[in-house]
């Protein structure tokens, strides 16, 4: 759903099912998830909600990890990466993806000086 142009009925639906489900799951940590596509265009919806962990996906919006980091910065949030493109996972070479995402992610963390 936030990969989505949404409307204002959407968007002010998808913030009280969320504050409910928060509510009703109370105990239990979520991860809110999203396949596919980025949602840096909807991340202001999750502002004010209380999200313990955020996966998003990195093949088809590489992008927009620096907009991602900026939202988490002031969050206690767990972030969970989609490195992998799983039509082509046979030939990922998982040391190379690895090295070239951590020099990616201290580079950013380092000009935003969050390091």
């Not at 949602?39 to 955020?54: D, G, H």
């Not at 907009?67 to 989609?82: N, R």
């Not at 799983?86 to 000009?111: A, G, Q, T």
């Amino acid at each position: 759903m936030l990969v989505l142009d949404l409307s204002q009925k959407e968007i002010e639906a998808f913030k009280y099912d969320y504050q409910e489900i928060s509510k009703i799951c109370s105990e239990i940590n979520i991860l809110l998830t999203s396949y596919f596509y980025g949602i840096s265009k909807n991340i202001f919806l999750l502002k004010n909600l209380s999200i313990q962990a955020l996966h998003i996906d990195l093949i088809e919006n590489p992008e927009k990890l620096e907009i991602i980091l900026d939202f988490l910065i002031d969050k206690k949030t767990i972030l969970s990466l989609g490195l992998i493109d799983l039509e082509n996972i046979i030939k990922v070479n998982n040391s190379i993806l690895i090295k070239n995402l951590e020099f990616r992610l201290i580079n950013l963390l380092l000009e935003k000086n969050y390091l």
